[in-house]
């Protein structure tokens, strides 16, 4: 039995291959609905299944291909994250089977498969029945590593990307001293898909590493959001799909953790680490002229159309990049409306991690970083270049 599943996004095509794979369905991709119209013809499949928000045409141009222009009776089932009722009304008038509205269990998913066309004669009785659900959304997650030889959590971050359908990882060899690359080289083994490795051949700092991984990771059109996380995992997995969760439910440009004790919470830390980290934050929140508790928090995620005022150009500061974030994207939309998308959402759990590469005396050293980029943002430099960019390209466009 033979399936044609059709998603502008590969995050989302690749498991739900897999698995109808493994129950024995002969199955072929497409990431476009002019590339699933062209192969319909030739594949002959027995259920199409298509998503309706594509790039270059929609899922209801395939749907009025196999019903109007190829009169077939093929089965098809919608897998969409678009919930507008009028949409859902349009498909089946024109003659869809099913509608499934993402997020939603992969094993749901095969489930409606069998009932509509039952399963293959060769299917397995020993495939994988985990539950992995297919989201609507796709992440891509920029970690920096730095001789993570010895405590790179390669487990867990394996064990997510296998539950979690939607997430890209890229990791960044920041010019490692260690087996860092080989270790990274070897995560990523059987993960192609799933798993980049980006390797800077000198050591650039964790600042240079996490823009060149974000401004890297922009380049995938499939993906909706993109943020980093810290490779010891000081904040877990859970909590920053806790962070997509938000800002993929809200109007948000940028959501960033925050290690805030509150009832409930597991976070620690050094008392002496806490109180040059009040410190620090009390002059940080007189830069910004923003009430931030916590900015240099090492989970953050993004909406793609922020990225390059963020990381378009290379930082001043090695450590409390976090803030020249924060400035940047101040000085170019202003301090009224950076504050309305940009959220700072509390941690569940946080904890300091041994063998992080911060030092008191380093700590010290931020105080005169962050009167470094004062000066360097000061006024409203960044705002100017911006418009005379915006102006330049209205001029080019004419």
Known sequence: MKVLAIDDQQLVLLPLEKRLTELGYEVLTKTSADQGIEIYDSFKPDLVIVDINMPGGSGLDVITHIRGARNSSTPIMVLSGNTNENVITEGFDLGINDYMKKPLSLNEICARVKRLIGAPETASLNHNTNSVIIQQRCVGVVIPCYNEEERLLSTEFLNFIDKNSGYH????NDGSKDNTLEVLNDLRKGRENFITVYDCEKNGGKAEAVRLGMLHM???????????????LSTDLVDFDDLVS????????IVSGSRISRM???ITKESARKIISMTINFFIRKILSMDFKDTQCGAKIFRKDVIETSFGEKFVTKWIFDVEIFKRVTAVYGIEKAKSFICEQPLKRWIHADGSKLSMKDSVKIVFQLAQIAWVYRGNKMRKNNENKEFQLALNNK
């Open 264 to 266: 409930g919470a597991n």
């Open 246 to 253: 938000t800002i993929e439910n809200s109007d948000f440009k």
């Open 169 to 172: 990882l890229c990791f960044v």
């Open 218 to 232: 922009a380049k995938h059109e499939d993906l909706d959001y993109i943020g980093f996380l810290d490779a010891d």
